[in-house]
């Protein structure tokens, strides 16, 4: 008799081992994207393109860490106004706060997932954070050899926990912009220095 994903009970899964070592994230294959509401329940979608930071997977796995920043001024909505907006001082003022970071500390098994708890920082104020996570894979990278892994998380946070509060001096504002917005991660690491590489290939260099 054989036994499906189905018939296993949730206390009996194992989760897949998280890959001890030192990964870096990789810029050009990670996104970290966050989706707030407009009038309530229309969904604005934004990411920040410039992204660094690094996991360290450790044994006993509940000790690993994650350093992980954002460049503010990457900020990207697909609406130049908008985001020049976001970028002011009513929103990231990254003028002030160039960087948005996230320092996690410890892991625990969730369910099917892991969760890593941590502190965010946006516009100078930093607040404790949970991001519920779930390990994609491992492999070699082929062109270079080396290995690669994959993660995506999501959390939700209250920008106005930030000091992000600023709304337009208009009648019932309080609906241009919620005050809850989720945060998507897509996050790809390699077990080796990614900056030089990825400047190279953005013709740039990255805003942090």
Known sequence: MTTSPAD?????????????????????????G?????LGFVRVRGRFTDVEGVLRI?????????????????????????DRHLRSAEFFDSRRHPRMEFHGRGVRPN????????ELTIAGA???????????????????????????????????????SALPP?????IFVGNEVDVHLEISAVDNETRPFSEQILGRPLAL
């Open 58 to 82: 450790t044994d006993p796995v509940e000790e690993s860490t994650a350093e992980v920043c954002m460049a503010t001024s990457t900020v990207d909505t697909g609406v130049p106004a908008r």
């Open 111 to 118: 369910g099917d997932g892991w969760v890593m708890d941590g």
């Open 170 to 174: 208009l009648p019932g504002a309080a």
């Open 126 to 164: 930093t607040r404790p954070v949970t991001l519920d996570g779930e390990f994609l894979g491992e492999d070699v990278y082929p062109f270079t050899g080396g290995r690669r892994i994959a993660f995506s998380g999501h959390a939700r946070i209250d920008r106005r926990d930030f000091g992000v």
């Open 8 to 32: 296993v009970r949730p206390a009996d899964r194992k989760l897949p081992a998280l890959p001890m070592g030192t990964w870096h994230i990789d810029p050009l294959h990670s996104t970290v």
């Open 34 to 38: 966050f989706v707030a509401r407009h």
